[in-house]
């Protein structure tokens, strides 16, 4: 079946830095990728979709300039948390779909989740 | 090892009729287990979740699911299938594997309601 690979599995990192968060298609062209993030106990929440060559759409009340998402290939995403702060530590799932129309296109497929902690 | 089987990939039921989507899960540790839905061009909406309270779960839209620990299992349930319930369904297990959190999701169960 289709693997969506997500890396870092856990990252903890000072304050102030940028953490990048790599989210790969292995077997299959993600022509959209969706970013989601989760906080203890609560259910997860969409951050952006992103069409493969355009700019991401953003969900209201997430910063775009905090979250910057690009995904210039058909199998590669990335989520950089710029300038992380304590209150940016969060659960983070990419989840990805393929052509509307072939067989990855009728579902989403989901990365293991990067756990991030920010000093 | 966790792990998340969804049994049907799709699930056809008339409108009126009762929903059964079934969810088989693998865990170590005492699991949390979701079910989300996700409809056309929308984000993931949890539905419910379990998290070793009632093992009957009550979720949003007149969904409900039942937490089994002898057979492994936690299927989601409606007793009434509303044509706007047609989606993608996803159970998903939260699991803590070393010094990190993942959740696994399972592969998802398109649900066709007929008129």
């Known amino acids: 079946g289709a693997v969506v690979s997500q890396h870092p599995s856990w990252v903890i990192c000072k304050s102030g830095t940028s953490v990048k968060i790599e989210c790969r298609s292995l077997?299959?062209?993600?022509?959209?990728m969706f970013w989601y993030r989760q906080f203890p106990k609560q259910s997860l929440m969409l951050m952006a979709t992103?069409?493969?060559?355009?700019?991401?759409?953003?969900e209201q009340g997430v910063e775009k300039d905090k979250f910057l998402i690009n995904h210039a290939s058909l199998t590669l995403s990335t989520l950089t948390v710029t300038s992380a702060h304590p209150e940016d530590s969060s659960f983070y799932i990419c989840?990805?779909?393929?052509?509307?129309?072939?067989?990855?296109?009728?579902?989403?497929?989901f990365g293991s989740g990067t756990q991030l902690s920010v000093l | 090892a966790q792990s998340v089987t969804q049994l049907d990939s799709h699930v056809s039921v008339s409108e009126g009729t009762p929903v059964l989507l079934r969810c088989n899960y693998s865990?170590?540790?005492?699991?949390?287990l979701f079910w989300y839905v996700q409809h056309p061009n929308k984000g993931l909406q949890l539905l419910l979740k379990y998290t070793s309270a009632a093992t009957l779960v009550k979720g949003i839209n007149g969904f409900e699911a039942e937490f089994k620990k002898s057979e492994t299992s936690f299927h989601l349930t409606k007793p009434s299938a509303h044509m706007s319930d047609a989606a993608e369904y996803f159970c998903?297990?939260?699991?803590?594997?070393?010094?990190?959190?993942?959740?696994?999701f399972g592969s998802g169960t398109r649900l066709l309601v007929r008129p």
């Open positions: 998903v297990v939260s699991a803590r594997m070393d010094s990190s959190y993942k959740l696994i």
């Open positions: 077997d299959f062209q993600a022509t959209t």
């Open positions: 992103s069409n493969e060559g355009s700019k991401a759409t953003y």
């Open positions: 865990s170590s540790y005492s699991p949390s």
């Open positions: 989840s990805a779909r393929g052509p509307l129309g072939s067989l990855w296109g009728e579902k989403l497929f």
